[in-house]
């Protein structure tokens, strides 16, 4: 029985509420792809999650799970800083919140200063984030079938993984804060071991928030937060590379580099710039960091929608409070083979 009010008229009201709740939700959510587009997400540096707000993180990382399928998300890239201080108790929530994508979506991790030394400070390479508790060898990270290999079998800092999406195999190489020589020796025969794929560069710091690369050989100081400037430079026979390295010694010198990303960088915490190698392809390189911002970020990640038409949508989007930064350096459209944002 329906007291005051005659039942259609009660059922109308009852469903043009929930027509209205429904367009409400739909407003918040997350730009929706377009049909036959896939995405690339991109975790910024989560330290400030890892150390004070772990329900941020978890946020993030449950809503790339939860949309991998309505958003066709083929690979999470994960920019570093991943904890502030490289304790264990910091690394259990990176683990907790990560292990929301093990199973469901591949990632590579590249860590950052504050993953190494003691309480973060990057004076040396120490770091539990090669402990089989956390994304070490016999970690569920180290165990991803898109995982192809390591640096040193011993750890996982620097990787390379493999992918597939839009009918393009993809080549991921993630490297440790600061990349030695070695490394970038590595990584560069691995590039060319691969070449049928696009390669994407993740490394901590690389690119700068004027739009210029790290070059401590022409700026030194005058860029904050170089790698040379930290004490694992110092360390007896230890060499480090920054952008400018990175993009000469590695990046430019193979046809087949198309991506770079990064964190680190504070200031305004963002930058693009792109660039033509040595073979004349078109490399686009992004920062995106936004520790420094209320709650180190509330939520905030990249979502790169790659369309048909060859458009790559660049997004920021934030799952704990459900909205889009729509500025300009936050929001813009490349095209994979050509210069500059449309």
Not at 93 to 122: E, F, Q, S, T, W
Request: proline content about 5%; overall charge negative.
């Amino acid at each position: 029985m329906r007291p005051f009010g005659s039942p259609r008229l009660g059922s109308f009201t009852f469903l043009f509420t929930l027509l209205l709740l429904s367009a409400a939700r739909a407003h918040g959510e997350a730009d929706p792809i377009a049909p036959g587009s896939w995405t690339l997400a991109v975790l910024p540096d989560t330290q400030i999650y890892a150390e004070s707000y772990p329900a941020h993180y978890e946020a993030q990382t449950q809503w790339l799970a939860a949309h991998a399928e309505d958003f066709n998300i083929r690979f999470v890239l994960y920019e570093g800083d991943v904890t502030n201080r490289n304790t264990r108790e910091q690394w259990k929530v990176a683990r907790a919140a990560m292990a929301k994508l093990d199973g469901m979506l591949p990632y590579a991790i590249a860590p950052g200063n504050h993953d190494y030394g003691p309480g973060g400070n990057a004076s040396d390479r120490h770091s539990a984030f090669n402990d089989a508790e956390f994304f070490g060898p016999g970690s569920p990270y180290a165990g991803q079938p898109t995982l192809r290999g390591c640096f040193e079998p011993e750890k996982t800092d620097n990787t390379y993984h493999r992918f597939e999406a839009g009918g393009q195999q993809w080549l991921v190489v993630a490297l440790e804060f600061a990349p030695r020589d070695e490394v970038v020796a590595w990584a560069n025969k691995i590039v060319a071991d691969h070449a049928d794929c696009l390669a994407i560069l993740v490394t901590h710091a690389y690119l700068y928030s004027d739009d210029t690369i790290y070059d401590w050989r022409a700026k030194g100081r005058d860029q904050n937060w170089n790698p040379h400037a930290y004490g694992v430079a110092k360390q007896p026979g230890e060499t480090v590379n920054d952008g400018r390295q990175l993009w000469e010694k590695l990046v430019a010198k193979h046809a087949g580099f198309r991506l770079t990303f990064n964190g680190h960088v504070l200031n305004d915490g963002t930058g693009y710039r792109s660039t033509e190698g040595e073979a004349g392809a078109v490399v686009h390189q992004m920062l995106a960091n936004y520790q420094f911002k209320k709650e180190g970020g509330q939520g905030d990640l990249r979502l790169l929608e790659f369309r048909t038409d060859g458009d790559i949508v660049v997004r920021t989007y934030s799952p704990v409070l459900d909205r889009h930064d729509r500025a300009a350096d936050q929001q813009f459209t490349i095209r994979l083979d050509e210069l500059g944002r449309r």
